[in-house]
């Protein structure tokens, strides 16, 4: 089933004196299926979060079209199955965590004893059980981040939307919210979030959409992407006899670097791997480390971004 | 009903919270009581004197807190961004808007009630009666007090808190004196200039009709001074007031 999906989405602002458009967001067209954890990655002001309010109805397309669960996305009527976390939250500070997670349930129309239930549920899930009644003003980045995403999830939705999730948490924190994307894909929801976060997205994504300049550059699985062919392999060995270095900085597909008693190099194809490494051998060297690599998401990443500007 | 009745309580939550309505409380039921020794110090209709000052405290402050929270109640969940996470959620433009209202309007009710005992209290210190009649000239104070925040939160949905201020103060002066001012028209202005403060006479609020303190003060029977008009013409300017904020509410972009 498909969760979301755009056709020819296109968003402008009038800005300036003079009111000149701007376009910000190009002609986006996407699907999202049911289940899916789904990576929306791009530099700061590629039109990550522009798409993401146009599929709230926080904004209104220029033109072009949003359906989520097969609905509009501004028929309201929708958004009781769509949680949201917007990118650095500002919430009610005056609230407390418990007051702030109730006024959210009960937008949702979500019966009293459910509320507590799940309030109680999510704040042990995010970690804040013991600061629930302590005001928001009081909460730290990292645990406003984590309320915020407690509120995205109180009326069990269908589909999460994320916007930044995991920027500006700590290792910790950021390792917490992929495995919690993660749990929430195990119970078959559906996660659309934004990030600048290379690795995250390599970590827990079905699908990216690479977006850049307000268009969508590439969208498939990360093994699409990236390819799953072999880029160069590295070895590693020691013992390395002096007059051998030559031999092996020719066939290095880089200069060789020495660490401590070791010798660093990489080889194009796995042919000349086997054929160096059984030179080597024959000399008396050993071989520390054999490590094909294969081309990285960011590489992919930086690559699009960069051919664009 | 029930999501803009959340709203409205998270709203009064909000304004019960913030110091700044507690300042304005005290510093509001101060100044009731020093009417006290205005009275006292003044020669014969004290009594009058006191219900007079009184009730002109209980309208200024009130109108402080309808301008000064209603300005910045719908301009700052845009500012803050707090209004992401409402209109994302099954609710309706305009019943934010309605539940903002709601929630400045309880909070400017339940403030007009401890104004209105705590004058009463003070003359039934004085006198030893108690003159619930002030609940009549309150009553109309609360209602002047719902047009202003109906204007506060108009400008407060397309404009910064400063202007907002700005203009809403500038309305509520006018809105003040415009039975003076159609007066002055009618006896001097020519023909052109005549037109003109008719059709400002009808557009602009009447916070005139809305005062009845005098009347109340001076003991004319209720029935002759709370006019059924000025109630119906306080909702209806209400309405049209929330109407055009949902309108352009229901516009806006919420970049």
């Known amino acids: ?309 | 009903m029930s999501r803009i009745w959340v709203i409205a309580l998270n709203t009064f939550k909000e304004a019960v919270r913030d110091r700044i309505l507690y300042a304005i409380l005290a510093f509001a039921t101060a100044m009731i009581g020093s009417t006290f020794v205005l009275a006292t110090i003044g020669a014969g209709s004290g009594e009058k004197i006191i219900r007079d000052i009184g009730l002109g405290f209980i309208s200024l402050f009130g109108t402080l807190i309808a301008i000064f929270i209603g300005i910045g109640l719908v301009y700052k969940e845009i500012d803050r961004r707090t209004i992401y996470t409402i209109v994302s959620k099954p609710i309706h433009r305009y019943q934010f808007v309605l539940g903002k209202y709601l929630g400045l309007t309880l909070t400017l009710f339940v403030n007009v009630i401890i104004m209105t005992w705590a004058l009463m209290g003070l003359i039934y210190i004085g006198e030893g009666l108690w003159d619930f009649r002030l609940f009549a000239a309150s009553g109309m104070i609360l209602l002047e007090l719902m047009v202003i925040t109906g204007i506060a939160i108009l400008f407060s949905a397309f404009s910064t808190p400063t202007l907002s201020a700005i203009f809403t103060l500038s309305l509520f002066a006018i809105g003040r004196l415009l039975d003076d001012l159609r007066l002055f028209g009618e006896q001097y202005a020519g023909d052109v200039g005549r037109a003109v403060i008719r059709a400002v006479y009808y557009l602009l609020p009447n916070l005139g009709r809305f005062n009845i303190s005098g009347e109340v003060v001076h003991g004319l029977p209720l029935s002759e001074v709370v006019s059924p008009m000025a109630v119906v013409y306080g909702f209806l300017y209400v309405t049209a007031l929330l109407a055009l904020t949902a309108v352009i509410f229901q516009n806006k972009d919420f970049r």
């Open chain 1, 1 to 309: 089933m498909v969760v979301v999906k755009t056709e020819g989405l296109t968003k402008e602002y009038r800005t300036g004196f003079w009111r000149t458009r701007v376009r910000v967001l190009h002609d986006l067209s996407l699907e999202v299926q049911q289940g899916e954890v789904f990576g929306y990655l791009g530099p700061n002001g590629a039109g990550k979060t522009t798409t993401l309010k146009l599929l709230l109805g926080l904004i209104y397309p220029t033109a072009g079209r949003a359906w989520i669960l097969g609905k509009d996305v501004f028929d309201v009527a929708v958004k009781a199955q769509v949680g949201f976390l917007p990118e650095n939250p500002y919430f009610y500070d005056y609230l407390t965590g418990r007051e702030f997670l109730d006024f959210y349930g009960h937008l949702f129309g979500v019966p009293y004893r459910e509320r507590r239930q799940r309030i109680e549920a999510l704040l042990q899930l995010v970690g804040l059980g013991k600061a629930g009644d302590l005001q928001l003003r009081k909460y730290s980045k990292g645990m406003l981040q984590r309320v915020g995403l407690a509120q995205a999830l109180i009326n069990d939705p269908q589909l999460i939307i994320l916007d930044e999730p995991t920027s500006g948490l700590d290792p910790v924190g950021r390792k917490q919210v992929r495995d919690l994307i993660l749990d929430l894909k195990a119970r078959g929801k559906t996660v659309f979030f934004s990030t600048h976060i290379v690795p995250d997205v390599e970590l827990i994504c079905d699908r990216v959409g690479i977006i850049d300049g307000g268009r969508l550059a590439r969208v498939g699985s990360v093994d699409d992407l990236v390819g799953s062919e072999v880029e160069s392999i590295e070895i590693t060995v020691s013992g390395l006899e002096e007059s051998l270095w030559d031999q092996v900085a020719a066939r290095s597909i880089r200069p060789p670097v020495r660490r401590a008693e070791r010798v660093v190099f990489a080889v194009k194809t796995e042919k000349e791997a086997a054929q160096v490494i059984e030179l080597l051998l024959g000399r008396g060297a050993s071989i520390v480390a054999v490590q094909p690599h294969r081309q990285r998401l960011e590489d992919v990443f930086l690559r699009e971004v960069a051919g664009r500007e």
